[in-house]
Antibody, heavy 117, light 107 residues
Framework: EVQLLESGGGLVQPGGSLRLSCAGS????????MTWVRQAPGKGLDWVST????????AYADSVKGRFSMSRDNSKNTLYLQMNSLRADDTAVYYC??????????WGQGTLVTVSS | DIQMTQSPSSVSASVGDRVTITCRAS??????LAWYQQKPGQAPNLLIY???SLQSGVSSRFSGSGSGTDFTLTISNLQPEDFATYYC?????????FGQGTKVEIQ
């Protein structure tokens, strides 16, 4: 059974940093591109970033480019999202998801990031 | 960036009804479109990919159609478990974008 488990969310002050993790199991982690998608409270889905299976390629939404960095450790079956210079509008539930083709076939349960003073 | 516009933003329907949700892309995305269902407090769930391919394990009451800029998700014989919010997602480029969502509510 495929499982994705996010962790690392919490309350952080504006301008602060946070690192999210996503542990994958039940599939060959290194062969799948992975994605982070976020959802602000009561709002829709917002694509954040995608990383290739090898980790060599990444893509970011303009809203996070230069502030967020996505990486992965395939030896640990773990995905990361380093978030710096956090702003109030980064407040959201952050989901990791596996990429099958061009769609997101498995999702984690999400981790809440709250940016507030 | 490619913008995705869903309509309606919400729809009220009854069990047994047929519901149609549309999604329009700001430019030609061929068939690079997926549909997701999200229930309150849960992660999204993939329903349809490549505009019309049904994801494994998803009820055949869900169907998708369209290509280019105009797409449709149809839910036939609406069931109580189908009341949720539905999102389209374009994947022509890896700068993915989602529609704003359509909430299917009980009438």
């Amino acid at each position: 059974e495929v499982q994705l488990l996010e962790s690392g969310g919490g309350l952080v002050q504006p301008g602060g940093s946070l690192r999210l993790s996503c542990a994958g199991s039940g599939f060959i982690f290194s062969t799948y591109a992975m994605t982070w998608v976020r959802q602000a409270p009561g709002k829709g889905l917002d694509w954040v970033s995608t990383i290739s299976g090898s980790g060599a390629g990444t893509a970011y939404a303009d809203s996070v480019k230069g502030r967020f960095s996505m990486s992965r450790d395939n030896s640990k079956n773990t995905l990361y999202l380093q978030m710096n210079s956090l702003r109030a509008d980064d407040t959201a539930v952050y989901y990791c998801a596996s990429v099958q083709g061009r769609q997101l076939d498995y999702w984690g349960q999400g981790t809440l990031v709250t940016v507030s003073s | 960036d490619i913008q995705m516009t869903q309509s309606p933003s919400s729809v009220s329907a009854s069990v047994g009804d047929r519901v149609t949700i549309t999604c329009r892309a700001s430019q030609d995305i061929s068939s690079w479109l997926a549909w997701y269902q999200q229930k309150p407090g849960q992660a999204p769930n993939l329903l349809i990919y490549a505009a019309s391919s049904l994801q494994s394990g998803v009820s055949s009451r869900f169907s998708g159609s369209g290509s280019g800029t105009d797409f449709t998700l149809t839910i036939s014989n609406l069931q109580p478990e189908d009341f949720a919010t539905y999102y389209c997602q374009q994947a022509k480029t890896f700068l993915w974008t989602f529609g704003q969502g359509t909430k299917v509510e009980i009438q």
